[in-house]
């Protein structure tokens, strides 16, 4: 966090017309988002294998042991061969590929990720490191079902904040924490700078196919967001370097309401020493990590 000289042109900046019909628009947006079939709120885990052969089904006495009554007791075998996943379905059970009933087939080849379906569960290998697991989506989900959006704080039009973007000569390489542990490699285009009540501050900002990716934290996360901070996706800058941010918009990261998650965690540099009452609240009712 950086604070100085407050920039004139910055602070508050004007409402666009339609301004709360377009965030409930946003908002209907994510929530429509969350709940789709193979997204975070149908995600119900995450299945580790052993390298040589893993038994899959609903029994207790299977290796990797799938939702009760949502496949049969035993379906099937997948094999774990030097990266390499190998799935043979039991006789008798309907497994889908594509539409289509399959017996056996490499649904992992160390690259290309099939997706498999069994009624209301789809599933595909995922990678973590040398470690291979299947990810789980359970589609009936009547708690997804139901699901209208996270608490959140009233709109305050207040942290709808002019913004200007100080690109990078190049593009820098930061290493990210993520929630397991890990660490991750992303690159920022450059920094993005704002000012409340008098003083500036700055975040990093990182690549992404709609706009700016920001990851930060504020004083708020001590109490009423999620511990680890929140996300927010920024216009791309004008050719004169403004944009907007507007934490009315920052949301929670996947690793708040999901325990299957390794999102990425806020660079040292985006923790603000500054309470930021906009956008969404920590979950309630949703087990995160």
């Known amino acids: 966090m950086f604070a100085g000289c407050m920039n004139p042109e910055q602070g508050q900046a004007p409402l666009p017309e339609h301004y709360l ?61 030097n990266g390499i996943v190998t799935m043979i379905v039991a006789d008798g059970i309907t ?20 997706r498999i379906q069994h009624e209301q569960l789809e599933w595909f290998i995922d990678s973590r490191g040398n470690n291979h697991g299947v990810r789980l989506y359970n589609k009936d989900n009547p708690k997804a079902d139901a699901f209208e959006g996270f608490p959140s704080y009233p709109v305050k039009p207040e942290w709808h904040l002019k913004a200007n973007f100080t690109a990078n000569s190049d593009s820098i390489l ?5 929630v397991i542990g890990e660490e991750v490699e ?11 009540d008098g003083k500036r ?43 907007i941010i507007d934490f009315n918009k920052a949301y929670n990261p996947p690793c708040a309401f999901n325990r299957f998650t390794t999102c990425q965690l806020p660079p040292p540099q985006n923790r603000l020493d500054i309470a930021i009452p906009a956008g969404e609240k920590r979950p309630v009712d949703w087990d995160g990590i």
């Open 21 to 81: 019909e377009s965030l409930r628009e946003w908002k209907d947006y994510r929530v429509n988002v969350l709940k789709g079939p193979t997204n975070w709120l149908r995600l119900d885990g995450i299945y580790w294998l052993d390298e040589g052969e893993n038994s899959f089904g609903s029994g207790d006495d299977q290796d990797l042991v799938f939702p009760e009554g949502t496949i049969p007791a035993h379906a099937g075998i997948m094999i774990l061969a």
């Open 95 to 114: 497994i889908l590929h594509n539409g289509e009933p399959v017996s056996e087939m490499v649904i992992f080849d160390g690259e290309n990720r099939e």
């Open 201 to 243: 501050y700055t975040l990093i900002t990182f690549e992404a196919n709609s706009g700016l990716f920001i990851l930060f934290a504020d004083r708020t996360n001590q109490m009423d967001t999620y511990h680890s901070g929140r996300y927010m996706i920024i216009p791309f800058p004008d050719e004169n370097g403004n944009t």
């Open 174 to 178: 930061f290493t990210l924490d993520n």
């Open 186 to 196: 992303r690159f920022s285009p450059g920094n993005v700078g704002f000012s409340v």
